[in-house]
Structure formats: structure tokens, C-alpha cells
């Protein structure tokens, strides 16, 4: 016969077991949190975004806004071709340069540059904008987004890591001290 | 036959479902309800089960991997022996599905079945139809075409505009900085075991609340639904005018299924798999990204939303649409179950289905977005052209080579961003034409910059042409006066 002290004792006994289980737990869900956020904590690690050649500049003539393409810095062996990254070049005068994402400022989707009447046009929703990246028309609530530049022995650089979006420019990313 | 029913026995006695299962199967169900309306959330099950099959099938060959998925469906698509039909059947199937929750889940609402006691069975059913959009996404980004990769690039953009947290999800949403190999596996992950999981979940207790509360009774005008004496009404109904589940419903929800699969089947053998379309190279930017069918109107609606009002609609819309949806058997849980005397609800299905329908198919022919090749592949009709100056051929020159073609309409070819132009010199005076073309507005660009006098001058003179033979062209007034004055 049990009697009602008996269930009470098992019944205390139980929730000391659940009370163990929920610390346990507790402890595991530390490190399964670090895990799932570590694509939000890894941009503090080197390497994340960095200077990155898009090759020599006789690759852009002056007054021209050419295509460009370089290796994303931070990369997987079975990212493929999805790591190679594309962005617009402007030679704006042979001296200073423009360096554009490929990605609309309201979507993502990738603008095409039309030289003929100087605009960058988006397929998906009709943004377009002028030569040096600024709003033209359309959904877009800002210009391109531009990445910092800077010229190496003959070669031009871009300071690139992360695809801009609306919510982030593609300049602002964190230790960047020589932007600008 | 004695072997059989010894063999059956050995099992319930172990099992021990016999009892309840037969129990399932004798439940009276309302007379009228073995009706070819209630056959949509069986033949969603079905479907389900369908799906799961041949998602299986397609494992087998499928890499999730960034660098080989899109090969890998080249090789189902090519080598591998009716691999393309395993394909067409999956991706059939995901529209079937689709169609079907949104059917079952009108008919739900028409009928009035939400209400007491059925709330939960509802609610659970509100998670069915977002979870049925989670697997239709994330079933796009697996097949890892350009379509998949500009599609996530929609995605991550929109996710950045939360405020505070957005650059946070978008690293959670694609896994890393860029859209790559972490991307599509975590999209793997979510097709394959996470949505999939839930949904057992789901469907199952779902399925369960309706045996044990009974399938909603055929709805009359007039019946009302109040929470103390439905039960008892319905069990009486049930008890007076009931038939066995098995078989008076159940066969027009088997015949409905298979005419559903088989559907499914003969859409697969005619029209074949979906995609993949272009490699996912991010480099190859030739490309003009669409998302599938049932996304149609969300990419019609982001065009069309005033910039500034983008963000707040984009990110508070679709929670308020399902908190509308979630609190709505809370909200008229009792009363009238008939959609004859529900003229509101009967309203809001109408304006959905409008709506839906009219955004999806502006959404198939994107009347908002610039025809990239139009200023090099459509001609200007050569009756535009006929008995015109020099000066005016050139004009037209202007109009191709400056891709003014892309945005125009001219003769019903060319883009439809801004207005067509057959008729625009009976709307705007030369000086207007002027001022637009240079200073653009009202959502045209501004070629001040990119035209010389000359050319403007041309593409004016051109565009002064343009008017019905019989009308006259826009004049100032009092321009003629001013120029009356000079002589």
C-alpha cells in the first residue's frame, strides 16, 4: 500500500528529475545558441571582409563604367560559383574611381549598366539610376551601394566581405579604418 | 482466410488499434456532409503523402551543395532514367498542394466550420497553410537555379529592413555574408527536416480534431452556433441523420484524391519539370529573377508600394494578415454558419481573390520593369518613320539609341514603365517635351546630362510627330502670341 506520503516523496522526486533535466538543458542551450548564431558572430573574426583586387587598372578606361568580378574573402570549397562576386566599375575621370554592387538598392536583384543613355537599369522592379549611382526612378529609396576603393601598384582594390542590403551598405562594414 | 484473421489477431492483440480504428471508421458523419464540397483536406493529405514520396525520390540523387545541386538536377533532369518525371511530379505536386490548402481552407471559411468547437483544429490549420508557403520557398531555393539565388537576394533584403536586428537575420537567414553553400544547406535543412517535421506534427493532430469533434455539419441559414447547446445540437443531428465515415463520405474522398493525383501525374507527362533555369552564378547578371506562381503577387505588390510606405508594409502586413487569421474564431466564433447569410465574408473571399489574381498577373507580365532589349530589338513601326525630316529620323535615332524604346510603348512595342507614346505630342506642348526629357520627374530619369542640344533637339522634333493623323498637335498659346509679336 502506498500511502498519500508516499506519492508526495515521488512526486518531489519527479520534479527534482525535471528541475535536473530543465538545468542540463539549460547548459546545453549555451553552446547550441553560440552554434546557431555563429553566422551573426563570425564577422569578428579575420578574414571576414578584406581588400580584394579586381585586377589591373588598364581594365577600366577612363569615362567608362565597366563589369568586374572578384572571390568573396570568406569561402567554403562547395560554395562553387556563388562565391564569385560581381560589381560595377566606374572610371570616372582616370583619377578617381566608383565602385558599385551589382545589387539594387530596394531588392537585391542586379542592375545592368546601359552606356547609351548612362543609366543602370533593375530587371525585377523598374529601379534605375544615373552614372555615379544615384537614384534615378523607380522603387529604390536610395543610390547603389558603394564599395570603398583604393589603388595598389596598378591594381584597384575593394573593401568587400558581405552582400549590401537595404539594412546595411556595403562601406560600413566594421574594421575598415583606411575607408574613405 | 483463417490464416489471415489468426495473423490479424496475433497483431491487435499486440497493437491493440483494431478497436479504435473501427470506431474512426463507423463515426457517424452528418448526411449531408458526404458531399464533394468536404473532399479538399483528404485530398491535401494525400497530397502531402505524395509529396513526401517523391521528395524521398529525388534525395537520392539531389546534392545540396552550392557548387553541384544545379549539376546534380542536370543529371536527374538528363541521365537518370524518368528522373525529370520524379522532378515534374514534385514540383506538379507543390502547386496541387498549394491550390488545394487554399481551396480547403475557403470552403473552411464559407462554410463556417472555424467556429465552436473547432477553433484549434483552425488555428492548427492557419500554421498548415504557412507552413505549405515555407515548403514552396524553400522547395525554390533547392532548386538552385539564378531564379533561387536572386530570389534569397529578395529575401535577405527584405529581412534587412527590421529595424535594429536586420543585418543580424540576414547573416541567419543565408548563413553567412553572401549567399553560398551555408545558404542552401540551411534551406536543405528546412525543406527536408525542420517544415517537414512540424507538419506530421500538425497534420496529425489536425486530422485528429476532426474525428474527434466530428467534420462540421452542413451549414443552414438560420442554424446558429452557440456555445452552450452546440455539442448536444450536433450530437443529436448526428444521432438522428448520421451515416458511417466509412463508406458514405469516404468514397468521394478517395475518388477525389486519385483524380487529383492522377492530375498531378498527366501535368508532370505534358508540361514536365520546373527548371532549373540559368547556373546560380552570381556574375552572370543577364538575368531578370522571378519567384514561382504563388509568389507572383507579393513581387507585383513590391513594386507597386510607395517607397517610403515599403518597409513599414512590408514587415507589419503579413503579421497583422495573420493575427486576422489567428484571432478569427475567437473574434465570430458563434452565430450564423452559412455563407448565404454572411455577406462579409462572402466579400472578403471575393476582394482576395481579386486581388490576388489581378497582382499575379501583373506579376507575369511586369508592366513596371524597363524591356532591356526593346532600344535594340523592337523597331519604331516603319509608319512612324514614313515622310518624316532628317532632322526627325534622327530624332528617332535618339529614341532607340538613348533606350527610351525600354520605358515607351510605341505601337504596343516596347516597355511599359512610363507612358506610351503614339499620342504624347497631343499632351505636351514642344517646350514640355523639352522640360520632361531634360529634367525628367514623375518617375522618369533625367537625360539633361546625357543628351546634347542637338540630340534633344532631334528627339523632340521627333516626338512632335507623334500624334493621330487628324489631331493637332499640343500648342502654347502663348507662344503663337509671342511669335506673332516678333514679326
Redo the contacts between chains.
Sequence with gaps: MTSSKDVSRRGFFAKIGLLFNGMVGAALAVPIVRY??S??T??RKPG??SWLPLGPLDKFPAGETR?A?YR?P?????????????CWVRNVDGKKFQVFA??CA???????W?P????F??????G?Y?QDGSR??????RGLFEYPYKVQDGKLLIHA???P????SASNSKGCSSCG | MRLMGQLGEWFDQRLQLGRPIREVMEHPVPRQTASWWYVFGSAALTIFMFQFVTGILLALVYVP????AWSSLQTLNHQITLGWFIRALHGWGSNFMLAIVIIHMVQVFLFGAYKFPRELTWLLGVFLLLFTLGMAFTGQVLRFDQDA??GL??G???????PVL???L???L??????????LSRFFALHVFVIPGLLIGFVGLHVLMVLKLGVNEWPMPGRIVRRATYVREYHELTAKEGVPFVPYAIWKDIVFSGFILLSIALCAVMLGPFGPGG?????I?????KPDSFFLWI?AL??Y?P??A??PILLIAPLIGIVVLLVLPFFAGEGEKSWKRRPIAVLVILVAAVSLGTLTHLGQHTP???V?DA?SGQPIPAEYLKNRTPLEHEGALVFQ????H??HSLAGEGGQ?GPALDRVAVRLTPDQLVRQVIQ?GG?????G??LSPAETTALVKFLETLHPAGQRPAQDASRAIAETDQH
Excluded at chain 1, 562553387?80 to 560581381?86: C, R
Excluded at chain 1, 530596394?106 to 545592368?112: Q, T, W
Excluded at chain 2, 518617375?443 to 537625360?447: C, G, K, L, S, T
Design positions: 546557431l548564431a553566422p551573426v563570425r564577422e571576414y571582409d563589369l568580378t568573396n570568406m569561402v567554403n570549397a562547395w560554395d562553387g560559383e556563388t562565391a564569385d562576386i560581381a551589382v545589387n530596394h531588392l537585391g536583384c542586379p542592375v545592368r546601359f547609351q543613355s548612362n543609366l537599369m533593375c530587371p525585377c522592379h523598374g534605375a544615373y534615378a526612378s523607380g522603387p529604390p529609396e566581405g558581405e552582400m542590403t537595404p539594412g546595411r | 551543395s552550392a557548387g553541384e539565388y536572386w537576394g529578395i535577405a533584403s527584405i529581412a534587412s529592413r527590421v536586420g543585418p543580424a540576414v547573416k541567419l543565408l548563413g553567412g555574408p553572401i549567399i553560398a553553400g551555408a545558404t547556373q546560380p552564378d552570381p556574375t547578371i543577364q538575368t531578370a529573377p513581387y513590391l513594386s508600394l517607397p517610403a515599403e518597409t513596371w520593369s524597363p532591356m532600344w539609341s538613348k533606350q527610351c525600354n520605358c514603365r525628367g518617375n522618369m530619369p533625367a537625360y546630362k546625357n
